[in-house]
């Protein structure tokens, strides 16, 4: 009697997320050594996840993949044997994110509120509220799994994993490419790189060459950055062909010229003289430097916030584009050549034992970064292979960077306590351990009405009686 072996399957949990769900599908797809494998297909959202899976048969078929299809909106159904999975989740990402910075600079407070600052404890708490079951039906269901995260805040959905769960977890993140994509701009002169002169980055117009500069950087540089998601700090610029290290050639070019090119990451270099690879937007989410509206320091470095109702409107144009796809109406050639977010990259190289290095992985620090705390989850290179994924030791930052890197991370863990717990007095003290609150009773009312405009989000803050 023949043995079935069963094939690896590969759970995709937010398979219509408009971030990372379409490109990840066509790079798994794609992908020749991930042919014939099971993929599983999960959204709440019922009706895209019908057209999505309509386009994932449609690549399968076009493509020879020979995969297993499958799609639901009960996770529990796709997890069960899962092998890897692919976490790309959120709630009601722009509107929330719009609500979290407009009530903010109601306090006088003008941030990002992504990853850092005032508005990132509530899209930490929302995130965790919605993420955290999930991961306790992976630890039931298929314990043994891999968990490739991207859903941000990256290094607090992490924290939530390696504190409250026993699921394994890898958080990913594309920021490397916009180290390289700085480094090409800077060095453009030196090494001859096809950039516009006048180039800088925009939400609006800076990926128009955005993907060719960091395409030219990587083949000419290698990269070593370390801290924490959003705030990795340059160690190394290695040019590959000569071995020469480029970083001080780099640092001083990047003071001397190109003023307008991420006038905001030039200043931090001028006073600390380290830079971080995130730019200007990530950079400040961090930093206590830029969210005084009344001293109006973010119009003076020209801040570009990220363009939200823009990013609800490229949604909507996604879904159209899906379902032409789907149904056959346009072609599906671009999505043989889109760029990766590395997932299939990393799934491949544990699924085969063909070890890699990547960049740029958010997992606990076991003495890879020295002078930040183990356990703390760091950004670091790392070796991935069969045996899992093992991070590089960089050694120390430079303890500026160290410095501000291990504020974040009590800031994080302690957000991500009051999250899970549910506990009010903490998530008070998570807000006010923040560089960007210097008042208490402000802190107060901004955490009140954060709290009343996420009630639907957050019933954990919200217990019966109280």
Partial sequence: ????????????????????????????????????????????????????????????????????????????????DADYIILSVAIDREQCWKQ???????????????????????????????????????????????VLNFTNPVPRINIAAARFTKVKMVGICHQIDFGYMMSAKILQNEFGFKIPKDYRFTWNSGWDHFGSMVQQATERFDIVAAGINHFSWYLSIKDKKTGKELLPLFKETFLNEYP????????????????????????????????????????????????????????????????????GQSSIEHLLH????????????????????????????????????????????????????????VGDLPEIAAIWCRRQIEVAELAVKAAVTGDKALLLQALLIDQMIDDIGQAEALLDEYLLANEKYLPQFFKKGE
């Fill in 1 to 80: 009697m023949k043995t079935m072996v069963k094939q690896p399957k590969i759970v995709v949990i937010g398979a219509g997320s408009a971030s990372f769900g379409l490109v990840n599908l066509g790079a798994i797809i794609r992908h020749q050594r991930l042919k014939g494998i099971h993929l599983s297909l999960v959204d709440i959202n019922e009706s895209g996840l019908i057209q999505i899976t309509n386009l994932a048969q449609r690549m399968n078929r076009e493509w020879d993949a020979q995969m297993i299809i499958t799609s639901t909106t009960d996770r529990t159904e796709a997890l069960v």
């Fill in 100 to 146: 979290d910075v407009e009530i903010a600079l109601k306090y006088g407070i003008h941030h990002y509120g992504e990853n850092g600052g005032p508005g990132a404890l509530m899209h930490t708490a929302r995130n965790i509220t919605l993420i955290l079951p999930i991961l306790k039906d992976i630890e039931r269901l298929c314990p043994n799994a891999m």
């Fill in 260 to 327: 307008e090119f991420e006038p905001y990451t030039r200043k931090i270099l001028s006073v600390f003289k380290e830079l971080p690879i995130g730019g200007d937007c990530h950079m400040l989410e961090y930093l206590p430097f830029t969210h005084n509206n009344v001293k109006k320091s973010w119009e003076s470095f020209d801040i570009q916030m990220y363009p939200l109702m823009k990013a609800e409107a490229d949604r909507h144009k996604m879904w159209e584009e899906i379902e032409k796809m789907a149904s």
């Fill in 338 to 393: 889109t760029h990766t977010e590395r997932a299939e990259q990393i799934i491949v190289a544990m699924m085969h034992d063909e070890p890699i290095l990547d960049q740029a992985v958010n997992i606990p620090n076991q003495g890879y970064v020295t002078n930040l705390p183990n356990g703390a989850i760091v950004e670091v290179p790392a070796t991935i292979s069969k045996d899992g994924i093992k991070g590089v030791v």
